[in-house]
């Protein structure tokens, strides 16, 4: 089975900071990378598939890299609705479908 | 509108069964992959199960396989799980979520879930 490292496990910037998350596959998984963000009491929402592809609707402060085995998402200039977790999901080998083990980002 | 609406959850005890439904609109049902997420409380997520839209594709997390059942009613717009030999380490936010065309597409949509709590 294909595992998922998240990094960090959590994250503490300001509004308007730059914020990076990575993830790591235990193998080749190409491009073949979701990410996913969670607001508290609330479904995880898409936001990029495959690695670098915004879905229609997600804010361009939204990004995200990386191909292989290492992958970034980056939110740039935080913004308060922002404040969430956040997970990858490698969607190159079923089953599993498996998810990292999130990053929360909270306010400092 | 996609809606997508689970039920079925409940407190059970250890050992026993359960059945979770998903209750599909708002989209062709019978074209999509579906699966089953779940989230204990305070953690991450864990995919559970999926199934492709024709059930030729069916697979599970290894943490339920041999116990858990997936399934789809294509002519219902729904999607189950059906649950055995529940420990307490099941106790979770179950969530169903659509796919795409083959299961290895990511999830669009998602229900609000329906909470399983395993204890005696």
């Known amino acids: 089975d294909i595992q998922m490292t998240q990094s960090p496990s959590s994250v503490s910037p300001s509004v308007g900071d730059t914020v990076t998350i990575t993830c790591r596959a235990s193998r080749n998984i190409t491009s073949w990378l979701a990410w996913y963000q969670q607001k508290p009491g609330e479904a995880p929402k898409l936001l990029i598939f495959?690695?670098?592809s915004l879905q229609s609707g997600v804010p361009s402060r939204f990004s995200g890299s990386g191909s292989g085995t290492d992958f970034t998402l980056t939110i740039g200039s935080l913004q308060p609705e922002d404040f969430a977790t956040y997970y990858c999901?490698?969607?190159?080998?079923?089953?599993?479908?498996?998810f990292g083990g999130g990053t929360k980002v909270q306010i400092k | 509108e996609v809606q997508l609406v689970e039920s079925g959850g409940g407190l059970v005890q250890p050992g026993r069964s359960l059945r979770l439904s998903c209750a599909a609109s708002?989209?062709?049902?019978?074209?999509?992959?579906m699966h089953w997420v779940r989230q204990a409380p305070g953690k991450g997520l864990e995919w559970v199960s999926g199934i492709s839209w024709n059930s030729g594709s069916i697979g599970y997390a290894d943490s339920v396989k041999g116990r858990f059942t997936i399934s789809r009613d294509n002519a219902k717009n729904s999607l189950y799980l059906q649950m055995n030999s529940l420990g307490p380490e099941d106790t979770a936010l179950y969530y169903c979520?659509?796919?795409?065309?083959?299961?290895?597409?990511?999830?669009?949509?998602w229900g609000q879930g329906t909470l399983v709590t395993v204890s005696s």
């Open positions: 999901q490698q969607l190159h080998g079923f089953p599993p479908l498996t």
């Open positions: 495959p690695a670098s």
């Open positions: 708002g989209f062709s049902f019978d074209d999509y992959a």
């Open positions: 979520a659509k796919g795409g065309m083959t299961t290895v597409t990511p999830f669009d949509y």
